[in-house]
């Protein structure tokens, strides 16, 4: 087994832990914040835009049996990465589009992997491509939020279309 970790930010991180969860090879995801200038910051002091953090997953994922790549893949699919600083009604620069990398390959990866995205999407992708930062675990209430939630508003008709989205683009690569 080779354990690695992605830490990647697409919008609210419900969403994307939520995705991740059901990625074959994919041991843990966790909801924090990276990225920013403060100490140990709270959701609140994220929400307000002034931290500089984006809401950002942890992935710890082996990757005998998904890859860097794969995970990227997965990425610039359930997000839109030509939008600055928004996905969908979340606005503002903790939902940032953003890769940061934990070593050059995945930095060499991400910027391989972006430049062949360039060409899916009909505007230019911004998605920041940074190296790792300190990274804060977000508040326990925030970690597994679809699963504890699925009928919730937000999770029922934002979060829940983008695991449906995993689920029919990236069939073989569910966990069972």
Known sequence: ????????????????????????????????????????????????GTTGHAEVV?????NEKVSFRALLEIFFTIHDPTTLNRQGNDVGTQYRSVIYYQSPEQKETAKHVMAEMACVWDAPIVTELSAAETYYKA??????????????????????????KLRKTFMDQIKA
């Open 1 to 48: 087994m080779a354990i690695e970790t992605a830490v990647i930010g697409g919008g609210c991180f419900w969403c994307t832990e939520a995705v991740y969860q059901e990625v074959k090879g994919v041991e843990h995801v966790e909801s924090g914040y990276t990225g920013g200038h403060i100490v140990n910051p709270t959701y609140e002091q994220v929400c307000d």
């Open 139 to 164: 508040e326990d209430y925030h970690q597994n939020y679809f699963r504890q939630h699925p009928l919730q508003g937000y999770c029922a008709f934002v979060v829940a279309p983008k695991v449906a």
């Open 58 to 62: 942890a992935i710890t994922f082996d």
